[in-house]
C-alpha cells in the first residue's frame, strides 16, 4: 500500500508528556493505523512548530531547542505533496470519505 496502511493522525490526537523523567511523543499509533507525519510539506512544518510548542509546555527547553529536537524533514518524503498524481498513475479512483468527530467514516 502507498503508506502501509496508515492514515494522517489527527493533530488533536499528538502528546508529549514526562513518564519516568523521559520524554514521550505520542504521534503514531500502531493499533489505529495513525501517524502524525503522514502529510503534505506544509503540515510536516505546522507539525513540528506544533509538537516544538508541546515540547516546550512539559520541559524547561527553549522553542528552538524543542524545534531542532523534532524537525527531521530531511528524513520525511513529502509523499502527500504527490499523492493524487501518484495514485492517478496507478489507476486508482479518488473518492472523498467523511470523518465523525471519532473519526469513523460516515457512510
Not at 507539525?47 to 516546550?56: E, P
Not at 502527500?80 to 472523498?96: E, H, K, N, R
Amino acid at each position: 500500500m502507498l503508506v502501509n496502511g496508515y492514515i494522517p493522525m489527527p493533530k488533536s490526537m499528538i502528546k508529549v508528556y514526562k513518564e519516568n523523567d523521559k520524554l514521550i511523543i505520542y504521534k503514531n499509533d500502531v493499533n489505529l493505523r495513525l501517524h502524525a507525519c503522514i502529510t503534505t510539506n506544509k503540515g510536516l512544518e505546522e507539525y513540528f512548530d506544533y509538537l516544538a510548542k508541546l515540547i516546550v509546555k512539559e520541559t524547561n527547553i527553549s522553542y528552538e531547542e524543542a524545534f531542532n529536537m523534532v524537525e527531521n524533514k530531511k528524513y520525511d518524503y513529502m509523499l502527500m505533496d504527490t499523492v493524487y498524481t501518484d495514485l492517478a498513475l496507478l489507476g486508482v479512483d479518488i473518492i472523498s470519505i467523511k470523518l465523525d468527530k471519532k473519526n469513523q467514516a460516515v457512510i
